[in-house]
């Protein structure tokens, strides 16, 4: 959600328009928006601990990936079907981004590209910052006079730590980046990586110290403390972190998109709730799934989880996100959210019959981003069909990227393996060994390969090492392949 700027209640509310009064001070009430905005890592972290003993990891990421990724993709539709003055008002881009969406996903996904995934992975990220940069928003425009609050030192805080925690995590920058190569990418150097995220730390550490400073000369003033916010803040940059530094990196993905939907949900609930009060036209379906009852609520909550069994029938989603329907879902979301909620549009009056000139000046930005867009996507699908990486050059690249990543050497020493290039992947295996040394299955790997190199000595060694590190492992192995 790029931007909620106001806070729901009088979003849309004219001087006329009626209704109960803003909440002064909060997004929706001083105990909701602990329990929907603050607490809900300190729940989500030990439940996730809990199923992880139950429940395979990847069988939680597809579950939370289909009912609550796509799942929460559903309120926002409602909103822009349901809402006939929003849809009134953008009936073309309502009309033609689904079409064009939709082709787009289903075009990528019948010939099996994998850059519109990196599209959807890198906006899925500044879609979850800028929800959260929009709640910080509304605490600003809804604060007492006179906050003195920066609305860029938010967004910038918002942006470092995010883009922070991605940097900072190897899974998520090494799943980045194998799709990026997947997707026709040119390599890209550790020392490269390593450099940009080392300044990137500084900025991160810089903008954090002048928010800081900023406060601080605002106390001094007598300007009031939103405390809520900052907890808000706290809490949405502490547990992005800890989800992206976990080792597996679809749980952390997963635990922070269930926090992510718990908020879009409790947001969508209270703007819908709002525009009902101010007699805004809904559709009838609509007009009777928001009434202020438990039962609605349920039906709510429940209608997008149905929504979400989407994506676990179409049996392709992952951790990146998925092409066709649900890919196209994924980027209606981004899109629709990137301008539904804005007060700019939504406070001004409704545009007046103009000629055909001033309609086009009007239309122009827009479609100056989507034309940027295509271009993007457009040059991800060329690269991809006439540098479409082998296995041998990915292996390469994706070893490059990560020099001092054991599973990408294994990886890499496997795929160079395979491909004929026996060498340069017995130098893989033997990195992925030293680097992690107490990972049976990399000795055991190199083994294997030194065994057919002829080199039977070292196997011999590198078998005793994998035996010595892990017993059990060795015997399950020697049960499977007793060659």
Known sequence: MPEIPTAPSDRLRGPDAGGAQPRAGWILDSRSDLLLFVVPPALIIPLAALLQRHVPVLTIAVLVAGLGSIGHHLPGL?????????FDRFRTRFVWAPVALVALCLWFASRDLDGLRVVILVWGVWHGLMQVHGFLQIYERRGLPGSGGSPRLDVAMCITWFVGGILNSPGRMQQLFERFYLSGGPPVAGAAIDAFTLAWNGLTLTTTLVFVAHLLVGLQRGTPVRWMKLAIMASNFGFWWYAMGLDEVILGVAMFEVFH???????????????????VRFARVVQALFRPRWFERVVYVALALGYGTLALASG???????????????????YYDGFIWKSRLANAPPPRATGLG??????????????????????????????????????????GSFPRNADVHHKAGVM????????????????????????????????????????????????????????????RRRLRDPD
Do not use: C, M
């Not at 086009?360 to 990486?389: C, D, I, Q, T």
């Open 78 to 86: 409602l909103r822009v079907y349901g809402d006939r003055e929003l």
């Open 416 to 475: 160079l393996w395979g491909s004929g290039r026996r060498t340069e992947g017995i130098e893989h295996l033997r990195e992925a060994a030293r680097l992690e040394p107490d990972n049976a299955q990399f000795h055991w790997n190199l083994g294997g390969a030194l065994d057919q190199e002829g080199l039977h000595q070292q196997a011999i060694e590198a078998f005793a090492t994998a035996e010595r590190v892990d017993p059990e492992y060795v015997a």
């Open 358 to 399: 001033d309609r086009l000046r009007a239309g122009f930005p827009h479609a100056a981003k989507w034309g940027l867009g295509a271009v993007l996507v457009g040059s991800l699908a060329f690269a991809e069909s006439v540098n479409a990486p082998d296995r041998p050059r990915f292996a390469t690249a994706i070893a």
């Open 261 to 279: 939907d718990i908020q879009y949900l409790g947001i969508v609930w209270a703007v819908n709730r709002d525009r009902l009060d101010a007699r």
């Open 316 to 334: 392709g989603i992952d951790a990146s996100g998925a092409v066709g329907l649900v890919g196209a879902s994924s980027l209606l979301h981004f």
